[in-house]
Every structure is written in C-alpha cells, then in structure tokens.
C-alpha cells in the first residue's frame, strides 16, 4: 500500500486526532493543527502528498483556503471534508482542484479508502511524469547528438538545456584561444551586452569549471551597467563542455531571484545533455576533417572539383540581383614535354608549385581548384570583369617569369592559358559558366597560348584581353 505524507488542518480536535490515528495505521506520516495560517508555514517547511481539511475555519474560509492552496502547492492534493451537505460547495471545491469530498461525520475507513486512492493516483502521476521527463530527455539529447552543423549546434544546445532545465535565460561562451576574454557563441532571452558584463563578476566561477556542472548563488544587484531586469539573477548553473585536453566553451544557465535554485535532479539531467553536447562537437570535428578529405585534392592540398562545384551551387542559390562572381579557368601550355622531358615525379611536384604560384596571386577569400591533370581553376568571388582579367593576366605574367623546381636546379618555365567567364552576364547556370571558361581557354589553346581569353559575348566572339580596353595596373 503507498503511503505519504498528510497534513490535517481540522478545528475540532477530537477530529483531528481521530483522522490522524487511522491513517498512521497504514504508516502514514501525520501533522494535524487547527489554524489554516499554521498550515501555509507547515507547507513551506514541509512537501506533503494530502491536505485533509474541513471546508469552513474561522479564520479563512475553505474555499478561499483551497484557492491558496492551490496557487503557491500546486503539487499537494486536497481532500475536503464538511459538515454541510449541500451541492454548490462541493462542486466548487472540486472545481478549485479538490480530489474528493467528503461529508461529517466521517466514517474512518472512508477516509482511508479516500487517501489510498488518492495516493495511488498520486503515484500514477509521479510514474507518468517521470517517464515524460525520461522521454523529453531523450528526445532533446537526440535532437543534440543529431546535430552536424557547426554553426547550429551552440543555439540548438543552448535552447535545449534551458527547455529542460527551466532556466529564465542561457548563454554558449567560449575563451579566446589567446587572452582571457569570452566569445558569445549563442544567447536566448539575455541581451549579449548584458552577458559581456555579467561574465566580467562570474569568471572567477568559469575560471573553476572542470568536468560537472556546478552551481553559484551570484548577486548582481549593485551592477549598474547591466539591465535591471539581469541585476535580479540570483543562480547560475555552469555546464562545461571538455572531453580531455580540448575545450569546447560553457553554458551558462540563470535563474531570477524569485525562483528556487536548480534541484538535484536538474543537475543530473545537465550532466546527462552535457555529455550529448560534447558528443555532438566531436561528431561535428570528425564530420568535418571528412568532409575535408572529400573536397582536398591529394596532390596539391587546393580544393578538387567536387567542392568547386558546391561552391558554385552555393553562389548561384544566392539568387541575390547583385551577385556577382568570376570564373577563371586554366591550363598550362605544353605541360606533356615536362612530364617527357623530366618524368612524371618532377611533374607532379610541378604542379604542386603551381598552386602555390595561382593561390598567392588571388585574395584570401577567393577559392583555388585543382579541376584536374594540369588544369586549375579559380572563383573570385564579388568579383566583376575588369577585376577579373586583372587577376588573371596577373596569374599569367606570375607564371610566365617563374622559375619552377629552382631549389632542384630545374628551373623549368611554363606558361598557361585562361579562360574568364563572369555570373551571370555569360551563364546563370553552374555547367554554363565552367563550359563558358572552359571554351575561352581553349580558344587560348588553339591559338597563340599563353593567353587570357574573356568567353564568348552577346556577338558570339570570344575576346582576348588585347581586344578588350582594360587598363592592367600591377602592384
């Protein structure tokens, strides 16, 4: 038989000593008193399963009594018991949230069977809750674990901890890799210069995080230049994110002064998401150095064609009125007498040094593809004609006056044809601006070589740089 705490709030002693032997009978823990007063102090020291009470005192009526209860121990269940059998007030006591009504005088093993079933239904409910809670739970360490986008991953953990957790706001902080400052990575209901500020009095507790949460009591009362409303935070959770040597950052989770502190039971259910977190940011690196090994051509260390291809998808997809981008295409003159000439070993390591000479002639941001054999090519991004055939008669003269494999006394020249199409002015199409580049280069090829092709025009005429009136001002 369950058996709970009960609380019996009666005038009539005979009542409440009558009440109270019974239900210790069944190993119930029994508190009694008369004053409805008494018994809100009672509630807030002790957690009751049952409140028995008769439905009129003299000091609070019984239904207003019930009310109360209600708003501030919305976890006690209530049994009423009253001397006046009338419908109107048994049906406002249920109403209010009465789990039964009983009516004086009471048949003791009535009462029993009323506080059994209650009990029993308590336990139902406890049972159905903690099975929710298990199943939220796993659903929100799923939805972690399942996260590969590194860019959704601080948010997605940030939200999640504080759907489970109940915290009135969150933060996903990372320190600086050099000094000792903290990079907001997601923020949900606190304002990032708010953060910026609270973390200046919290990091002595960041400072002290190592593999468990743990949890402070701060006051940030007297701090003016954070928001009023972030002055009332009274508790914060720390969640750090580590496996071994790396770091990953911290979750920060705050309560306000008018809620209790996270109970232990959060803390479990932290340290469980806590462990899915870290999980996800190593699924995400190892995605990630895959992925990279998908899209790195082996020989050269630039990008292949399958990540050009991603890239140009990307562009394209922009579908903005201003986007505007280049394509350079090329391939080095006569690169088969280097191979016949020196060997196939030399010609590798050959190419490999034109990627290095191609990289170095464009900006940071623009991406260098190994397209495939000796052909290169490169996307210049925000980039219209003029800069385009800038760069790549720039890349043509680089690659022209250098002496290749001079450290193995080679010193082999080259020389190489471009083709330059630019989105969308020749192709809105991903296959139309490479087959554009691709056949100004070889026009290049079939004629004099050595040469920066712009692809065909609205005249159906393919145009070399000499033929265009654009001014090279090299640097």
Not at 181 to 191: E, P
Not at 239 to 261: V, Y
Not at 351 to 366: A, S, W
Request: charged share 25%.
């Amino acid at each position: 038989m369950e058996r709970g705490r009960i609380l019996i709030v009666d005038e009539d002693w005979f009542a409440r000593d009558l009440y109270s032997e019974y239900l210790q009978i069944d190993n119930n823990v029994v508190d009694t008193t008369a004053d409805p007063i008494e018994a809100f102090e009672l509630l807030q020291r002790n957690e009751y399963d049952i409140i028995i009470t008769d439905m009129f005192t003299k000091r609070l009526s019984g239904l207003d009594f019930i009310e109360e209860i209600r708003k501030n121990f919305q976890s006690v269940s209530i049994i009423v018991i009253s001397g006046v059998n009338a419908v109107e007030p048994a049906v406002k006591a249920l109403r209010l949230g009465a789990f039964d009504y009983l009516l004086k005088p009471v048949n003791p093993e009535t009462l029993k069977l009323s506080v059994k079933k209650c009990l029993e239904v308590r336990h139902l409910l406890k049972e159905n809750l903690e099975l929710k809670s298990y199943v939220d739970l796993y659903s929100a360490s799923q939805r972690i674990v399942s996260t590969i986008d590194p860019d959704k991953i601080y948010s997605i953990s940030v939200e999640t901890l504080m759907e489970i957790i109940k915290a009135d706001c969150g933060v996903f902080v990372q320190k600086r890799e050099s000094g000792n400052d903290y990079i907001i990575k997601a923020n949900k209901n606190i304002d990032i210069n708010n953060v910026q500020h609270i973390i200046r009095y919290i990091q002595d507790i960041l400072e002290k995080s190592e593999t468990a949460p743990i949890i402070e009591k701060i006051s940030l009362y007297n701090r003016e230049e954070i928001e009023e409303i972030y002055r009332k935070i009274s508790f914060i959770m720390v969640i750090p994110l580590k496996q071994g040597e790396k770091n990953f950052g911290n979750i920060l989770l705050f309560r306000f002064f008018n809620r209790i502190t996270f109970s232990a039971r959060e803390i479990k259910d932290a340290e469980f998401l806590m462990k899915n977190i870290v999980s996800s940011f190593v699924n995400i690196q190892q995605f990630s150095e895959i992925r990279n090994l998908a899209y790195i051509d082996e020989l050269t260390g630039l990008y292949n064609i399958r990540y050009f291809e991603e890239v140009l998808k990307r562009e394209i997809n922009k579908g903005t009125s201003n986007n505007v981008f280049s394509i350079l295409f090329m391939d080095l003159d006569h690169f088969k007498e280097v191979n016949d000439t020196y060997g196939h070993l030399v010609g590798s390591k050959l190419l490999v040094e034109v990627g290095r000479v191609i990289k170095n002639c464009v900006r940071e941001n623009d991406i260098t593809v190994r397209y495939g054999g000796d052909e290169f090519c490169v996307l210049l991004t925000q980039t219209g004609l003029e800069e385009a055939v800038r760069i790549a008669e720039r890349i043509r003269k680089t690659i022209e006056s250098h002496k290749f494999m001079s450290r193995e006394s080679f010193n082999i020249r080259l020389t190489v044809c471009i083709g330059v199409a630019v989105y969308p002015h020749h192709s809105t199409s991903l296959l139309g601006i490479i087959e554009k580049a691709d056949n100004a280069m070889y026009a290049g090829k079939n004629s004099t070589r050595n040469v920066v092709n712009v692809a065909v025009g609205s005249n159906g005429k393919i145009n070399s740089i000499s033929d265009i009136e654009l001014r090279f001002n090299e640097k």
